[in-house]
């Protein structure tokens, strides 16, 4: 990654390159006369041409003519969103904007968490092998989730997948119910003896992914076991790809559950306190990654903009104009010139209501850039039943 004071340099020079290798990018371009003279500056990225979420959906089959020069001939699969089963987003990128994304996410685990630091891994996630079974294809060339891209920075590490497929659910829903749907969920007494091993030895860990299905699998645990454990000095917990509102990748759990619950929960179970939480926001459609830590102020996760990564714009909800105001809410885009040179991602708008607390710095922690608080999206979720199910139930009463 380039150093951030040559950020509005390298940001005008890739919007220029991105317009003349993406015939759809230069006619967004256009259609706004966009000065490519312009001398871009903290007040006028709001100016840049950006592409919408939507132009990204597989739904619009756009996302090939996103691709800049002869981007399609080098690809090796493309990237899918996690709404696999409603209306994915399709993104191709190169190996090394690949790379950007990994630098960005592990960027993100260290300085919000002690990524570095812990070798040993409980990760609510699928095995990469998984993952790998789980593809598409369009024009010819693989699909895969974006975690197949990034799972590796965990490498080298004692690593606890938790999300599995379990074959006699799945043949019991086969004669039930007629139907051919795989049953994935979370192995419960992996889960468990793991904890058990961490506390007894005192292993430094991580717990990471969907905050969503560590609530409500931990909450069942406790009811049957009625115990706790005490990982005060040990436990760090990252969370991320959103799901609180009980939507997850392929499925609807019709289960939520609200942000200060959740850290009310893990604190209580696992005796640590609100500083070992870290959580990240990203988009498939960008490279760029945010990380967090909770807020006691805000009583929510508080999202740090890392300037060598990028640049946010908050955009009116109905007039989409920026907004320069703090505290007041508006749809989400991102803005880089990292990272996005095998497609037209130097600026999309996300579909993401967000507020901005304080646009130069965290008055909590101190760091550097912009902090905002993510409020919701302006489309619903998606969550169908698709061709698997996934159980909650680990600890199922």
């Known amino acids: 990654m380039k150093s951030s004071k040559n950020f509005y340099e ?23 006369n966009y000065d490519f003279d312009l001398i871009l ?27 800049r020069g002869n981007s399609f001939e080098e690809l090796e699969y493309w990237m899918e969103s996690s709404a696999t089963c409603g209306d994915p987003s399709i993104v191709g990128r190169l190996n090394n904007d690949i790379k950007v994304l990994k630098a960005n996410y592990n960027e993100v685990f260290n300085t919000f968490s002690n990524k570095d630091k812990v070798n040993n891994l409980i990760l609510f996630a699928p095995d990469i092998r998984f993952i790998n079974k789980i593809k598409h294809k369009f024009y010819g060339k693989n699909a895969y989730l974006l975690y197949k891209s990034i799972v590796d ?3 080298g590490k004692q690593e606890n997948f938790l999300l599995q497929f379990f074959l006699g659910k799945t043949i019991w829903k086969i004669i039930t119910t007629f139907k051919l749907r795989a049953v994935i969920g979370v192995n419960g007494r992996l889960l468990k003896s793991e904890l058990n091993r961490v506390e007894k030895d005192k292993i ?30 040990q436990l760090y917990i990252i969370t991320g790809g959103g799901g609180w509102d009980g939507t997850k990748g392929r499925v609807k759990l019709g289960y939520s559950v ?31 990654t945010c990380g967090g830590h909770w807020s006691k102020y805000y009583n929510d996760f508080i999202l740090h903009v890392n300037n060598k990564q990028g640049r ?3 955009r009116d909800i109905k007039s989409l104009e920026p907004i320069k105001n703090a505290r007041e809410p508006g749809i989400l885009e991102l803005i880089t010139p990292y990272g996005v040179d095998s497609y037209a991602g130097v ?32 489309t619903p979720s998606i969550g169908k039943g698709c061709s698997s199910l996934f159980s909650l139930d680990a600890f199922k009463l």
């Open 10 to 32: 390298d940001l005008s020079i890739s919007v220029e390159k991105t317009a003349n290798e993406c015939k759809l990018y230069k006619n967004l371009c256009n259609q706004v």
């Open 41 to 67: 500056k903290e007040s006028n990225l709001g100016e840049i041409p950006y592409v919408p979420w939507s132009l990204f959906k597989l739904s619009n089959n756009k996302f090939k003519e996103l691709l």
């Open 153 to 155: 920075i965990w490498k």
């Open 204 to 233: 430094p860990t991580i717990m990471a992914n969907s905050p969503l299905w560590m609530h409500k699998v931990l909450k069942d645990y406790y009811q049957k076991e009625k115990s706790t454990f005490d990982l005060s000095e």
């Open 258 to 288: 609200e942000k200060p619950e959740f850290i009310e929960q893990m604190c209580d179970m696992f005796n640590i306190t609100t500083d070992k939480f870290c959580d990240n926001f990203a988009a498939t459609e960008s490279p760029m």
């Open 312 to 314: 946010i714009v908050i």
């Open 347 to 378: 600026a999309v708008l996300l579909d993401d209501i967000v507020q901005v607390e304080n646009w130069e710095r965290c008055p909590e922690c101190g760091r550097e850039g912009a902090i905002f608080r993510v409020l919701g999206r302006i």
